[in-house]
């Protein structure tokens, strides 16, 4: 029988250069699509939300979802349950750059903490915004097979435990836009066609009249990097869950069209502008001695487009990903050492690995045609 292994720390950081599932460039469609999650929010009948919650509640909460975890088959194998609040703040943040917990994790106070798969790539996380969020993840388009395990994980668990539900509204949430189905689908999308084409604001807003929202790089809060934008669907009340997920990867095959559309508008119009700028951003990955997070994605967004377009074979997207992860910032720390770190600007150190990357292979010329 599949279950939880025991709550502690993660064994071991990912910092051998494997991927997270969402960023292994594995999936359909991956050359917009880089991930899809889908999400489910979800309480206990008997306890109080976490937001009202006391101590001593959370961690009853805790310790019983722990339990049914650990007496549920689950479809995607065993689960490790890791106590965030025993994470040094540099492994916590680790775990959310690897998008296995949210920011607001960070913010939580008291009991918390998440059981994943061993690859990550499902993971329920404990006493968040609400008791229970069920997520997968992969990489590229997917929607229907990674709703299948997840809905799948959260019947295992709703047999050991009892949702807050109500006939008339559904699964009972913190936030009430999240109640009645409690599904979250969310996809991360490179759009760099669209924002160089000057397309990309309509699409948006057309999206947007569909009941799509528009996040940035690391979800909620955050801005947009590099031309990755994060889509989800507004409603989760008053459909069946299929039908949420059936209309919101419409409308993000339309905007896949889009972009493809605009990548070859661009090929055929500007051609030499655009390889003039993958290889300006190659140029300025190798040299530069000072490199912010928000630059990097910029600069590989462009090697991206460069080898989805056929202008650049220095590097695969398997690798920018790999490059992309490793310079993150809890990820940086953790590879050069914490006291490295603390004697290094992170800007630094983060210029320094990219040289280390892309020094390795000198440029090669190319007849832009």
Same mark, same amino acid.
């Not at 999400?39 to 009853?60: G, Y």
């Not at 960070?106 to 790539?121: I, P, Q």
């Not at 008339?168 to 759009?191: A, Q």
């Not at 928000?294 to 090697?303: D, K, M």
């Given at each position: 029988?599949?279950? %939880?292994? $025991?709550?502690?720390?993660?064994?071991?950081? /990912?910092l051998d250069g494997g991927m997270p599932a969402w960023l292994d460039n594995m999936g359909p469609d991956e050359d917009v699509v880089v991930s899809t999650r889908i999400?489910?929010? /979800?309480?206990?009948?008997?306890? =109080?939300?976490?937001?009202?919650? !006391?101590? /001593? +509640? =959370?961690? =009853?909460v805790?310790?019983?979802v722990s339990a049914a975890l650990g007496g549920a088959a689950m479809p995607c194998g065993r689960f490790e349950v890791i106590n965030f609040g025993r994470l040094r703040k540099l492994e916590q943040h680790f775990l959310v750059e690897e998008r296995t917990v949210s920011v607001d994790?960070?913010?939580?106070?008291?009991?918390?903490?998440?059981?994943? +798969?061993?690859?990550?790539?499902y993971c329920v996380m404990i006493n968040e915004e609400d008791h229970l969020r069920i997520q997968g993840m992969a990489s590229g388009f997917h929607t229907f097979d990674l709703w299948d395990v997840t809905s799948k994980v959260d019947d295992c668990i709703g047999k050991?435990?009892?949702?807050?539900?109500? +006939?008339?509204?559904?699964? @009972?949430? !913190?936030?009430?836009?999240?109640?009645?189905?409690? #599904?979250?689908? !969310?996809?991360?999308?490179?759009?760099?066609? #669209? %924002?160089? *084409? =000057?397309?990309?604001?309509? %699409?948006?807003? $057309?999206? !947007?009249?569909?009941?799509?929202?528009?996040?940035?790089?690391? $979800?909620?809060?955050?801005?947009?990097?590099g031309n990755f934008f994060q889509l989800s669907n507004r409603a989760t009340m008053g459909a069946a869950e299929t039908e949420f997920i059936e209309s919101t990867s419409k409308t993000i095959k339309e905007i896949i069209a889009h972009e493809r559309t605009a990548r070859e508008?661009? @090929?055929r119009d500007a051609k030499l502008e655009l390889a003039d700028k993958v290889w300006r951003a190659h140029g300025m990955l190798c040299n530069a001695r000072v490199l912010g997070f928000?630059?990097? #994605?910029? @600069? *590989?967004?462009? #090697?991206r487009l460069g080898i989805d377009c056929g202008l650049y074979e220095e590097r695969t997207v398997e690798d920018i990903n790999r490059l992309v992860v490793a310079c993150m910032p809890a990820h940086l720390r953790m590879s050069v050492g914490e006291r490295a770190a603390a004697a290094i600007e992170p800007d630094v150190a983060r210029a320094e690995a990219v040289q280390a990357v892309f020094g390795k292979k000198k440029r090669a010329g190319r007849k832009i045609s």
């Open positions: 029988m599949s279950g %939880v292994t $025991g709550v502690k720390a993660p064994r071991r950081f /990912r999400r489910l929010a /979800r309480n206990l009948a008997v306890h =109080k939300f976490p937001a009202r919650a !006391s101590a /001593r +509640d =959370k961690q =009853k805790f310790k019983e994790m960070l913010k939580g106070e008291g009991e918390r903490g998440v059981a994943c +798969d061993a690859t990550r790539k050991g435990l009892k949702y807050a539900y109500s +006939d008339r509204f559904g699964f @009972l949430t !913190s936030c009430p836009t999240n109640s009645g189905t409690g #599904l979250r689908i !969310s996809y991360l999308l490179h759009l760099p066609g #669209l %924002v160089l *084409t =000057k397309a990309i604001d309509p %699409v948006l807003q $057309g999206a !947007s009249q569909m009941g799509i929202s528009t996040r940035g790089f690391f $979800g909620e809060h955050s801005e947009v990097a508008r661009l @090929l928000g630059e990097l #994605l910029n @600069l *590989t967004s462009a #090697l």
